[in-house]
């Protein structure tokens, strides 16, 4: 049954996309077409046709309802495993947190020399550490600016000939625009010509690992492989002003920065890439965490200075020398 149902998924889904007038519009086109081509409303006793009508509705209806709630109950208990899966996983690292502490072990006098260098440098990350702290109390726009000649300065070979992201963390290419977030991309493809193009003028196929659009009869603007798989389901295509075919793509993984549109694209520098704080705010609170900790990281890199994870260490050291204010560390190893 449920093949069956979707045979003609593609024609109707066709046919919608070309009723501007929305579901009144397409459904006024079915009647219409039951009118004029067959004996639906004739054919049969009178009041027949109407029962069937509101029998087919009355089946539908109950299930879509039924097909909501099974959504809902799905996402509810998938967000309560989700809930107890993070309580758990909490609960295991801060048990593990509390069961481990910082080891203490002789060392020889060459192995002392090598503390007091890492010791050494430690201070000059301290000092660079308060030359970030002056740079805070600087306009923004000093700070951003010597902070973006020195990233800039520090960039890795193999990124010297990526692009720039554009203001929306995609890229504008000769013959389309794509913009991104973690969760979706957006692609834009104008046309340059002298009609008001339709569905019917348009070639658009979306598939879970690449896509074609264009005009028919006409090589394609974008085909290929994409980045990394979609959502079929959830994604979707416009025509904008009669002019630009607008498609949008619905990520599988959400936690990731696309590079590229297809693979035969240039490619984008993802490290420059900028998520904006109303993108993060649509997201839940564990992913929107891991996200706003990838971002410290990547910016306490890029500064010389430690990342959270280091940073913890230090202080889980700094604590317990605090507190054993008798034992001589200038000998010891921490591991």
Same mark, same amino acid.
């Given at each position: ?103 203490? *072990? ?73 913009? *991104? ?129 280091? *940073? ?24």
């Amino acid at each position: 049954m449920g093949d069956d149902e979707e045979k003609y998924d593609g024609m109707l889904l066709v046919m919608a996309q070309q009723h501007e007038g929305g579901i009144q519009e397409l459904v006024n086109t079915f009647f219409s077409f039951l009118r004029r081509k067959t004996d639906f409303f004739t054919g049969g006793e009178t009041g027949a046709a109407e029962v069937l009508v509101k029998d087919a509705l009355a089946h539908h209806s109950q299930l879509a309802v039924k097909s909501h709630k099974e959504k809902q109950m799905k996402q509810e208990k998938e967000k309560k495993e989700k809930v107890e899966r993070a309580a758990k996983l909490a609960e295991e690292k801060k048990k593990k947190t509390n069961e481990e502490g910082p080891r203490i *072990q002789e060392l020889t006098d060459e192995e002392a020399e090598k503390l007091q260098t890492e010791l050494d440098q430690k201070k000059k990350e301290e000092e660079k550490k308060k030359t970030a702290t002056t740079n805070a109390e600087k306009p923004p726009e000093k700070v951003e600016k010597e902070k973006g000649s020195e990233s800039e300065g520090e960039e890795d070979e193999k990124d010297k000939d990526k692009l720039k992201p554009n203001a929306e963390n995609g890229a504008d290419l000769p013959n389309y625009r794509w913009t *991104q977030s973690l969760s979706e991309v957006d692609l834009a493809v104008p046309f340059d010509v002298k009609f008001r193009i339709k569905g019917r003028d348009v070639v658009v196929d979306i598939q879970r690992r690449s896509i074609k659009v264009g005009l028919k009869g006409q090589p394609p603007v974008i085909e290929g492989e994409l980045y990394n798989e979609v959502k079929v389901e959830e994604s979707s295509w416009l025509i904008d002003d009669g002019k630009v075919v607008t498609v949008h793509l619905e990520k599988i993984n959400k936690m990731e920065w696309w590079s590229k549109i297809v693979t035969t694209d240039p490619e984008i520098n993802t490290k420059k890439v900028c998520p904006e704080n109303s993108k993060l705010s649509d997201l839940d609170g564990e992913t929107r965490g891991m996200v706003e900790k990838m971002m410290y990281d990547q910016r306490q890199k890029s500064m010389g200075l430690p990342t959270s994870e280091e *940073q913890k260490k230090q202080d889980i050291l700094k604590k317990f020398m605090a507190q054993h204010p008798e034992m001589d560390f200038s000998k010891a190893k921490f591991s």
